[in-house]
Each structure stands twice: as C-alpha cells, then as structure tokens.
C-alpha cells in the first residue's frame, strides 16, 4: 500500500487540473480509525466525488475531495480491509481516468496478516454511479424564471430642474395708526386669519369723542346756512324797496358762503374723526399666518415721532412664489429650444413650473412663470426666474428650499422608459440586464435621464423598443445565463 501511494505521488507530479496546478497525492492514504468513520468518509467521498463530476467541476477537484475524505477517516484492522480494498480499487480507476487510461483491476493485495491475496473491490455497476448524479443534474439543469419588462414608449418633456426657495407673496408689518392704550388682542401668536379679521384693539374713548364733536359742527353750519338763506332773501326783498343797503344784502351772500363751507369742512373732520376711530381696530389685510406679537396689552401705541413700532407680522402663503436662478449655460439652451424668440408677459402665464420638496421625488405642486429678470447678474453668471402657484395646505413656507422643475422647451417623442430600480451602475456607467431572443441575460451599458419620470427613467440611447429588461431577482442573473422570461409591467413596478 505505502508502494502504491508513493507510485502514485509521482506520476501525479506530472499531471495538471484544469486549474493550473498539479495534482500531488499524499504519501500514506490510510491511518488508524473506527471502521464505523471509515464507513461514513466512504458514502461522503463517493457523494461529493460523483456531485463534482456530474456538475462539471472537473476530475482534478474529484479527486482530491475523494483523497480527502478517506485521509481523514480510514482503517487499519483486519475486520475492514474489504472496505480500504474498495476505496483503492475506486481511487485506481478514477485515476486511470484522469490518466487517459481504461479502468483495469489492480493486482491482487496482500493482507496485512500474510493471510492470501484478496481480490479486489469490483467497480460500482453505473446504474450505481448514475443513480446519486441523477439529483445534482437535475438542480444544475433547472432554468431560473426571472421577471422582464419591455421598454415603455412615450412622449417627454425634457426638463430642468433646479433648487430653488419659496417666498411669501405678501409680508406686512402691523403698526398703530393712531396713538392710545393697546387694549386687546384678538389672535393666538402663529394662528391662520382671514381677511379683514381683527387682531388688535386701541382705546376707542376719544376717538368717539372726536367724531361727535365733528358731526356737531356740521350741525353748526348746517344752521348757519340756513339762517344765511332766510336773511338773503329778506334782505334782497327790503333793498328792492329801497329799505335796506346793497352792504347788507353783501353781508347775508357772505354769511350763506361761509356755512356752505362751514358745512364741507365740518363734513371731512367727521370723516377724519371716522378714520380715527376706525384705525383703533388693526384688521388682517390679506388672509394669512400671524406672527407673534410684539406688543402687550396696556401700552402706548401709535405715539410719539419716527417710525412707529410694529405690533405684528402677517405673511401670506397662498398663492407663494418661488424663486430660482438659471445658469448661462441652462438659460440659452432653453433659448435655442424655442428659437430664439423672447417670450411676452402672456407667454410667461403658460409657462408651467413644477416644485416639490427636498425630501420628495414627485411634483405636486403646481404653477407658472410670473417674472423673468431683463438680465443676467454679472457676479454669478445667472438669471433670475420667479414662479407663482397655489400653496393651499401650506406646506411650502417662506424660505424653504424646494426642488424646481422648469420645461426646456423641447419634447422628445417616442421615449423609452424603464423602471428606475432596474438601472445600475458600475465604474464603466449605468447598465440593463437584457434577456435577448435567445432568452440568454446579456449586460448592457446605457444613456438615462438624470431624474425619474414618475418611477420611470427615460434611456436616451443603448436599447430598443422591443427588448427584454430583467427588473427583479437582479442579485440572481449574470451576463451569459439562461433564463426563462416571465413579462410584466413596467407601470407596476
């Protein structure tokens, strides 16, 4: 036996696996073990022996799982020497294989005992060796099914798309338009009001007064004009009868004029005195959000020179504006796309304006281009675009960056999109897995949009129309694979 191992180890310097290297055995095969571990390493080596072969592993890595096994389990007494002879005979015919030779019975060996030879192990019948392969062909034969899209075909708009910050419509800072006492306020600091809703009241007493003693006075005149009237006509009878003075028929003219006007000013101090008194109620000019108030109750408001302090701040949110600046590079592309041609204020009301949130992929809100600069700011190469939409739910507040997509004016028609999970990337750029019409995954570098198309992300070039992209189980497919093509669609994905 050590003859035959030592025989072996030489010959198998001079043969090489398929892996490049040679295939060296090992000087002494058996060592002393329980015949029930030498039965077990006999079934292991033989199930991981016709596994390799069967799968297409290779003999040299048969081998060597066989040598492994039986090194590591073998037996050296009397009572299983039948078992060490069927392992040799199965090791000289598996490498008689290996050497390109036909399997042929190794000669007789003496027992350890001097006993008589014995006759080797016969060779396992192939309904034997076929039956354990049958398992491992069919798991390494079973064709994966993999789930595929074909491209969607639509009409896109290019866009671009920015950051931009939202700002207020309408900031307005409430003052006292009057001077007195802050009596009360009518609003919790941060609370929504609507138009004309009263946030603040100012000590009303003398403004009342004033406005009584206005409509008084127009009282005043109104009686003079009247008494101004009965003396002219009296008056102009007596001088027509030569019993009074042309001087005293000048004095009742005078006298009527003077309540005429006595009247029309009597009339704006009570308009005055009306305003006043009015002012006494600081309204909501717009419906909006209240800041907090900068003020308390029982202070003097509205008094003293300069500018007067404020009470509140209002801040409208619906509609809002958003504000976002062009790039040189972005501003003439659109240019061109819409042929030089400026667009007039009307154009600008169909220009539509897409924003989202930062933390968003979608454009729920929606709106249209209010203001374009006339010119491009020298310092930062870039243009200023405005937009104004609707903000019902608030959502958007003054200052808050948000993402801006504006229409390059360019619409690209018949494009292909595929589900943007389906795309990868690699330090050569994004790729697809096909299945080509040999149902055969082939690996394929692309050219896509930048942004998702709702989920979608348009290949602007690398694909066809009627191919297969593989969009699940992408961990499972490799370029070069059969697979059978299970077609879904692309709107589920």
């Known amino acids: 036996m050590p003859s035959r191992s030592i025989e072996m180890q030489d010959a198998g310097r001079a043969v090489h696996g398929e892996g490049g290297g040679s295939v060296h055995l090992p000087r002494v095969l058996l060592g002393k073990a329980c015949f029930a571990a030498m039965a077990a390493a006999m079934r292991t080596a033989e199930r991981i022996r016709t596994t390799l072969l069967a799968s297409g592993a290779g003999r040299r890595f048969a081998v060597v799982a066989l040598m492994a096994a039986m090194s590591s389990a073998a037996c050296g007494s009397a009572s299983a020497q039948g078992s060490v002879n069927r392992v040799e005979g199965e090791l000289d015919q598996l490498w008689n294989k290996l050497r390109g030779h036909k399997s042929a019975p190794p000669p007789a060996k003496q027992s350890p005992a001097g006993g008589a030879p014995q006759a080797p192990a016969a060779p396992a019948s192939p309904a034997q060796t076929a039956a354990p392969a049958a398992p491992s062909q069919k798991a390494a034969g079973a064709t994966p099914e993999i789930p595929v899209v074909q491209p969607k075909v639509e009409t896109v708009t290019d866009y671009v798309e920015i950051t931009g910050t939202a700002a207020s419509t ?5 003052i006292a338009r009057v001077e007195g006492y802050l009596e009360k306020i009518h609003f919790a600091d941060g609370a929504s009001v609507k138009e004309d809703d009263l946030l603040f009241t100012i000590q009303q007493d003398q403004y009342k007064a004033q406005l009584q003693q206005a409509k008084a006075q127009l009282m005043t005149q109104q009686a003079a004009l009247v008494h101004a009237q009965t003396e002219l006509v009296r008056y102009t009878e007596l001088f027509h009868r030569n019993a009074a003075s042309a001087t005293e028929v000048d004095q009742w003219v005078y006298q009527k004029a003077a309540a005429e006007a006595g009247i029309l000013s009597a009339q704006g101090q009570i308009e005055v005195a009306q305003l006043n008194l009015d002012y006494t109620e600081v309204r909501a000019p717009f419906a909006g959000v209240m800041g907090k108030h900068l003020v308390d109750p029982h202070n003097v408001v509205g008094g003293g020179g300069g500018q007067p302090a404020a009470l509140a701040e209002i801040t409208q949110l619906d509609p809002i504006y958003v504000n976002a600046t062009l790039s040189e590079q972005q501003a003439l ?20 304006v897409d924003v989202g949130l930062q933390n968003g992929t979608d454009y729920p809100y929606h709106g249209h281009i209010e203001y374009v600069a006339p010119q491009f700011d020298p310092t930062t190469g870039t243009i200023e675009v405005r937009g104004i939409l609707r903000n019902p739910d608030r959502n958007l507040l003054p200052g808050l960056f948000v993402r801006v997509r504006l229409p390059k004016g360019h619409v690209a028609h018949g494009a292909l999109l595929v589900p943007a999970r389906t795309i990868s990337e690699d330090q050569s750029g994004l790729y697809l897995m096909i299945v080509n019409k040999d149902d055969v995954v082939e690996q394929r570098y692309v050219q896509a949009a930048q942004r998702p198309v709702g989920g979608l992300r348009v290949i602007s070039s690398g694909l066809e129309p009627d191919e297969l992209v593989v969009t699940g189980d992408l961990w499972r497919v490799s370029p070069g ?3 059978i093509p299970k077609l ?5 994905q």
């Open 170 to 174: 309408n900031i307005v800072k409430l």
């Open 481 to 483: 694979m059969k697979v």
């Open 488 to 492: 879904t669609s692309a709107d589920a």
């Open 333 to 352: 592309g659109i240019r061109a796309n819409i042929n030089q041609r400026r667009l007039t204020p009307a154009d600008l009301l169909k220009v539509p």
